[in-house]
């Protein structure tokens, strides 16, 4: 009997304490859900990534990634258009490409613009800055010579992620002087970095034209009136960033008419052998026939 009424009590208290161990726990539990934060909205982006005049605007985070592209489409997906996390950049980029295109990140931003600086990659746009310099001047408004592409001083990328784009080491830019700026002469065409200066490019006077090789040997003379062996131009260094039209002006690549010429009245007797390029008051009147590696005689 005794030990029955033991068994009970000891029943009676292990259900006390276990009453009174789950009303703490209750009560503890009730307290932390009444203290819990929030969970704040998930971001991988800093306040300001839209605003331009924010350090933390998208386009810093590219350039601080050397422009690699690839960290976007990791969550807006390969096409930009949303992603994982359903946020699109071609609202805003809506030239062909996208972000991809050329214009995002050099040249006229707005939807057809041209892919060269101005604006380069600092967002400059005054010619005195190396990324700018001469580019409108060589390809937009360029009227003594034919058309200029980007290849004639670039290797021209084949797509955005093309290794020869963009350097591991960022800008500047490769200058690799395709056909129109190469020499005739022999020696490389240079680009100084230091300087921003072009040598030796064909397109500022480094050519020569060879008697022996003329079906007009009668205009090789010096300027005695012997006959010379070479007509050639005088190789000027030339500043990128300096656009004031004193480096273009005729007679700045080559003598009027060039060292090695027979002697002529400028302008008015150029046009009598070379009548396709150029007429009596010394325009160029078809740049398709100037400094395009071709010496033009009588229209040819």
Same mark, same amino acid.
């Given at each position: 009997?005794?030990?029955?009424?033991?068994?009970?009590?000891?029943?009676?208290?292990?259900?006390?304490?276990?009453?009174?161990?789950?009303?703490?726990?209750?009560?503890?539990?009730?307290?932390?859900?009444?203290? %819990?934060?929030?969970?704040?909205?998930? =971001?991988?982006?800093?306040? *300001?990534?839209?605003?331009?005049?924010?350090?933390?605007?998208?386009? #810093?985070?590219?350039?601080?990634?050397?422009?690699?592209?690839?960290?976007?489409?990791?969550?807006?997906?390969?096409? $930009?258009?949303? *992603?994982?996390?359903?946020?699109? +950049?071609? #609202?805003?980029? =809506?030239?062909?490409? &996208?972000?991809?295109?050329?214009?995002?990140?050099? &040249?006229?931003?707005?939807?057809?613009?041209?892919?060269?600086?101005?604006?380069?990659?600092?967002?400059?746009?005054?010619?005195?800055?190396? &990324?700018?310099?001469?580019?409108?001047?060589?390809?937009?408004?360029?009227?003594?010579?034919?058309?200029?592409?980007?290849?004639? +001083?670039?290797?021209?990328?084949?797509?955005?992620?093309?290794?020869?784009?963009? @350097?591991?080491?960022?800008?500047?830019?490769? %200058?690799? $002087?395709?056909?129109?700026?190469?020499?005739?002469?022999?020696?490389?065409?240079? $680009?100084?970095?230091?300087?921003? =200066?072009?040598?030796? /490019?064909? +397109?500022?006077?480094?050519?020569?034209?060879?008697?022996?090789? @003329?079906?007009?040997?009668?205009?090789?003379?010096?300027? /005695?009136?012997?006959? @010379?062996?070479?007509?050639?131009?005088? #190789?000027?260094?030339?500043?990128?960033?300096?656009?004031?039209?004193?480096?273009?002006?005729? &007679?700045?690549?080559?003598?009027?008419?060039?060292?090695?010429?027979?002697?002529?009245?400028?302008?008015?007797?150029?046009?009598?052998?070379?009548?396709?390029? %150029?007429?009596?008051?010394?325009?160029?009147?078809?740049? /398709?026939?100037?400094?395009? *590696?071709?010496?033009?005689?009588? *229209?040819?």
């Amino acid at each position: 009997m005794i030990k029955m009424e033991i068994k009970v009590m000891k029943q009676k208290f292990i259900y006390l304490i276990l009453i009174i161990f789950t009303g703490i726990v209750l009560t503890g539990c009730s307290d932390l859900k009444n203290n %819990i934060t929030p969970a704040p909205d998930l =971001t991988i982006h800093k306040p *300001g990534i839209l605003n331009p005049q924010s350090p933390n605007y998208h386009v #810093n985070l590219v350039k601080e990634n050397n422009w690699n592209m690839k960290l976007c489409q990791q969550c807006h997906g390969g096409d $930009f258009s949303g *992603g994982t996390v359903n946020k699109s +950049c071609l #609202n805003c980029h =809506t030239q062909d490409g &996208g972000p991809l295109a050329c214009n995002t990140c050099h &040249g006229d931003p707005s939807p057809g613009g041209h892919i060269f600086p101005p604006r380069d990659l600092a967002g400059d746009t005054l010619t005195t800055a190396p &990324g700018v310099g001469a580019h409108i001047a060589h390809l937009l408004t360029n009227n003594l010579s034919g058309e200029i592409r980007c290849s004639n +001083c670039h290797k021209f990328p084949q797509s955005f992620f093309d290794p020869a784009h963009i @350097s591991p080491d960022g800008p500047p830019a490769q %200058i690799t $002087f395709g056909r129109i700026a190469v020499t005739n002469r022999g020696v490389n065409s240079i $680009f100084n970095y230091n300087d921003y =200066t072009c040598s030796n /490019t064909y +397109c500022h006077g480094n050519f020569v034209a060879t008697r022996d090789t @003329s079906h007009n040997q009668f205009e090789y003379e010096d300027s /005695t009136g012997a006959p @010379s062996d070479s007509m050639y131009g005088n #190789n000027v260094t030339v500043t990128w960033n300096r656009v004031d039209g004193t480096q273009a002006k005729c &007679g700045s690549c080559h003598d009027l008419p060039p060292k090695g010429h027979r002697y002529q009245t400028w302008p008015s007797s150029c046009t009598i052998c070379h009548s396709g390029v %150029i007429d009596a008051q010394g325009n160029i009147i078809d740049s /398709t026939k100037h400094i395009n *590696g071709i010496v033009d005689v009588f *229209g040819n």
